[in-house]
Structures are given as structure tokens and as C-alpha cells.
């Protein structure tokens, strides 16, 4: 497989805080790619560097071959990187449909976006489809801060694959969604991983990741600690008592109920 | 069923932001000493439901009562007072104090230094992180443990009832855990839990009772056990039925 996103040795510190610490990610091309690691271990981070939001302080990104170290996030999309956040981004005061329509504009300015692909059939359709298949097409015309949190991470959802990136990065895609909800997104995933697109997702929800993902990196204190199929990280020791702990909690969880 | 029964009673709660209803008459019991969580699909009112607790969002219509006294019209303050704490949904910690200063002001409604003290004692004996990173900045924790200071924080006040929003969102496995170890260790502290949460078989499975709101109306209702083993409820809300879970687990 060809690598088509990568991430080299890459630094970063806030104050006195090292998020990063020579952190190198590979992502292939049509792959499905998990990032895990332990809460404040740089994941998010590491979205930012790779999507032009935070500069690293060390290290490189390359996309297809080009350097992207550094390139401005509006760059960074127009060539073809989508990403959601993991605390929602969306115009609160304009329409969840219209919130759709700035999200397939790359080049011109929103505003001029908006006009025009309001009044272009094709774009409108495609909106309404993924507001449909996330199920907030009935939402469509009310303005995008009523909706609640978890409405909020489907439309975001939908706003990236308008879109049309080739390779999306998802920031906890299934944290406050709907279980059922969840699986539906997860076969949507796979099936647009047919058609060619390639994925990066962060994600806790170890069932998701599992299932979905090709290849997982799981992320410790800043850097990589482990790369390999979902079985091989699953079962190794070091991620085990990082990131998943140990299998006793589980039954005492149980206890609760009964006791 | 006369008003004493329940710890909380809804009572046909009418409820919304302006834009129409979102909650179209709730009614159900939260009885004393357990956990009970509400669980269903995104935008069925579950967090608007708390809000209503917490004073947040005033009921159109309908009653709720909480150990005999209506909420239905009182401030959040008011209801502070009474003994109920709502940990929100979103992160909520003051980011540029300390630890230590984000939990001292969960007793903001308390004058006696002394008694403010010795929670705070019991409090940094709880949660560790309270005492190890009492000089820290909030906003330099991780997500996972920026939601332990706020649920040691809500206890500051000593509340009878702790109503939680989405308690497990975005934190990983094995704080995750630890997360619901904690919340069990409130209960048996003898706070009443009122839990909203899309971690919903973890969740039910720590229970005592279990709510479906669908549509902003009460579906279902029964111990954690029954809403987790109903086919229907498996299906349309907790990834499949329960045999499905197992025999791929």
C-alpha cells in the first residue's frame, strides 16, 4: 500500500507541556485508520498539527507526496484533507442545511458559496442526502444551535463528507451518538472506504474501532507506542495497561446491578 | 400514587427552547437511594429532561417533584439549595484557576470555613487528583480528568440527588471505568443518580432503573436489567438485541 498522509517525528509543546513528543503516523491510502491512546495523550493534537491548525515544533507532514508542514487549515482542506472536531464547530445563527452548503464550498469565499449553491439543485440534493442518512433531514431548515449535542456531531458529520475530501479525519465520531446510530454510521464508513475514500479516526468506543479499522496506532504520552492490526494492538501488553486496563473492573460493574 | 412515594415525580412535563416542544409530556418516578438513567436517540430531550431538574429550562406544562416540594418555578440557586447538582454535559471547569479553587467553589452556597474544610478533606481523599493536582491549572488536566474534578466538585454541596449529563463522553476505556466505579461510589454514599447517558449498556448494566424517552415522550421505563433485555429497545437504541451482543462478544 501506498502511504497517502504521514506524519514524521513530530514535536510539539504548549508551556510547559510536551502534547507531542516525536510522534510518527502513517496512514494508507484506502485504508481505515484508528488513532487511540489514553485521554491527554496528544491525539487531538496530532489532528491539529496534520490539518494545519496547530504548527508542530519538530517534525513534518506530507500528503501525497507534498509537504504540508505548516500549510494554513484552509489549504490543508482545499487539497483534499476533511476533519470534524471532537467539540462541535458549526454556525449556531444560519441553518443546518445552510451549514451544509458552506461546508462544499473549498475555494470561494463562503458567503459567495452560499448564494450560488443555493440556488444549485445538485448541491442541495447532496446536502439533503447526508443530512438524511445521518437522520437530521427533518432539521433541515431550523438554525443549527437548536440542535442538541449529539444532533450537533451529526451534523458535523455529514458537513465533512459534503465535502468530498479524499482523506477524512474523524475526531470521535461515535462520543454522545446514539449505539444504533453508531452501527449505521460505522456500515456508512465502510461502504465509502469501498468507493475509495480513506479514513483516520480517532475514537474510544473499542467496539468501532475494532470492527471498522484497518490498521491501529494507539497513542502514549505524546507518541506512537504501538502500530498493528486491531487483534495485534488489542492483545499487546504495553496498550493493555496504557490505554484499555485490566479485565477485573468489568465484573465489577456487573456487581451493580445485583447488588 | 400519593406524592411521597417517589424521590423525583415528573408529571406530564411540557417543555422546549421556543421553537415547538421538545419534551411532550414526561411523566415518570426516580426512586430514592438508586441510579436511574435515561437512555434514546439523539435529540429526544434527554439533556433538555435534566435541564428541567436543574432549573436550567422552566417547564410550559407540568409538575416535578422532588422529596414533596414542586421545582416547577424556583431558580437554579433555589434548587441547589434543596440538594440537587447537575454535572452538564460540556466541560465546565474554570481553565485558568486550580483544581483546588474549581472544587472550593462547589460550595459556594456554604459560609462555615470549617465545614467547607472537611468536605474538602473527604473530597481530596475520593478523588485523588483533587489532591495531587490541587496547584495545576483546570485547563491543563485531560478530558477524563477534568470530569472527575467536576464530579468532586459537585459534591461539595453534599446533594441528596446528582444528576448527571452524559458522564462517559469522550473519555477512554480505562477511565471510563473508573468513571462509573465513582458514580457507584456515590450511590453507595447514598446520593440518588440521575444519569443521561449513550454509553447505554455500561450504563443500564450499573442501574438500578432504566428510562427510553423517544420522541420527548417516556417509552419505556422498568429496572436497568428489563430496558437492557427488551428486543425492541435493542434494537432501535442499543446497537441490537442482547443475543446478538453475545454470541459476537
Known amino acids: 500500500m501506498t502511504v497517502l498522509l504521514n506524519a514524521q517525528g513530530i514535536s510539539r509543546a504548549f508551556g510547559g507541556v510536551q502534547a507531542l513528543n516525536l510522534c510518527s503516523l502513517n496512514v494508507d491510502k484506502g485504508s481505515i485508520t484508528g488513532l487511540i491512546g489514553p485521554n491527554g495523550s496528544g491525539k487531538t493534537t496530532l489532528f491539529n498539527v496534520m490539518t494545519g491548525y496547530v504548527k508542530p515544533d519538530a517534525g513534518s507532514v506530507s500528503f501525497d507526496g507534498h509537504d504540508i508542514t505548516g500549510a494554513r487549515p484552509n489549504k490543508v482542506f482545499a487539497m483534499g484533507i476533511g476533519r470534524t472536531f471532537q467539540l ?38 447532496a446536502a439533503m442526502e447526508w443530512l438524511d442518512f445521518v437522520g437530521i433531514a427533518r432539521l433541515a431548515k431550523l438554525p443549527a444551535g437548536s440542535l442538541s449535542y449529539g444532533q450537533r456531531k451529526l451534523l458535523e458529520l455529514a458537513y465533512v463528507l459534503v465535502a468530498d475530501p479524499d482523506v477524512i479525519l474523524l475526531d470521535e465520531p461515535a462520543g454522545g451518538v446514539n449505539l444504533t446510530l453508531i452501527n449505521v454510521i460505522s456500515e456508512k464508513i465502510r ?3 469501498k468507493d475509495g475514500k480513506t479514513f483516520l479516526i480517532v475514537e474510544h468506543n473499542m467496539e468501532f474501532v475494532m470492527n471498522l479499522c484497518d490498521s491501529v496506532t494507539v497513542m502514549h504520552q505524546g507518541s506512537d507506542l504501538v502500530t498493528g492490526t486491531p487483534a495485534e494492538v488489542r492483545s499487546d501488553p504495553r496498550v493493555l495497561d496504557a490505554y484499555l486496563g485490566g479485565g477485573d473492573d468489568e465484573e465489577e460493574i456487573e456487581e451493580v446491578a445485583h447488588g | ?43 429526544s430531550g434527554k439533556s433538555t429532561l435534566l435541564k428541567t431538574v436543574s432549573g436550567l429550562v422552566r417547564p410550559r406544562l407540568g409538575e416535578i417533584w422532588f422529596k414533596g416540594t414542586q421545582l416547577v418555578g424556583l431558580s ?37 470555613k470549617k465545614v467547607i474544610a472537611e ?18 491549572k483546570a485547563g491543563s488536566l485531560s478530558g477524563g480528568q477534568q470530569r472527575l474534578v467536576e464530579f468532586a466538585r459537585c459534591l461539595m454541596l453534599e446533594p441528596d440527588l446528582v444528576v448527571l449529563d452524559e458522564p462517559s463522553m469522550g473519555l477512554d476505556p480505562k477511565t471510563l471505568r473508573s468513571m462509573f466505579h465513582t458514580i457507584k461510589m456515590m450511590n453507595s454514599a447514598g446520593r440518588t443518580v440521575l444519569l443521561v447517558e449513550q454509553n447505554a449498556r455500561q450504563a443500564l448494566r450499573m442501574s438500578h432503573f432504566g428510562v427510553v424517552l423517544e420522541n420527548g415522550q417516556v417509552r419505556l421505563s422498568g429496572t436497568g436489567t428489563e430496558v437492557l433485555n427488551n428486543p425492541e429497545i435493542g434494537a432501535l437504541y442499543l446497537g441490537g438485541s442482547i443475543e446478538e451482543t453475545k454470541s459476537s462478544s
Open chain 1, 88 to 125: 462541535t464547530r458549526i454556525f449556531a445563527r444560519i441553518s443546518v442545511l445552510e451549514n451544509m452548503l458552506v461546508a462544499t464550498q473549498r475555494e470561494e469565499s463562503w458567503l459567495r458559496g452560499l448564494t450560488r449553491s443555493m440556488s444549485n439543485k445538485s448541491e442541495h440534493d
Open chain 2, 76 to 112: 437554579p440557586k433555589e434548587i441547589l439549595r434543596l440538594g440537587v447538582v447537575q454535572v452538564p454535559q460540556n466541560h465546565s471547569l474554570f481553565r485558568e484557576m486550580t483544581v483546588h479553587e474549581n472544587v472550593e467553589l462547589g460550595a459556594f452556597l456554604v459560609k462555615d
Open chain 2, 119 to 136: 468536605r474538602m478533606a473527604a473530597i481530596r481523599e475520593m478523588f485523588p487528583i483533587v489532591a495531587e493536582r490541587a496547584r495545576d
Open chain 2, 1 to 43: 400514587m400519593a406524592e411521597s412515594d417517589a424521590f423525583v415525580r415528573f408529571d406530564g412535563v411540557v417543555a422546549g427552547y421556543g421553537g415547538g416542544d421538545v419534551l411532550k409530556g414526561v411523566t415518570f418516578d426516580v426512586p430514592k437511594g438508586g441510579v436511574t438513567c435515561i437512555v434514546g436517540p439523539n435529540g
Open chain 1, 191 to 193: 461502504s465509502l472506504n
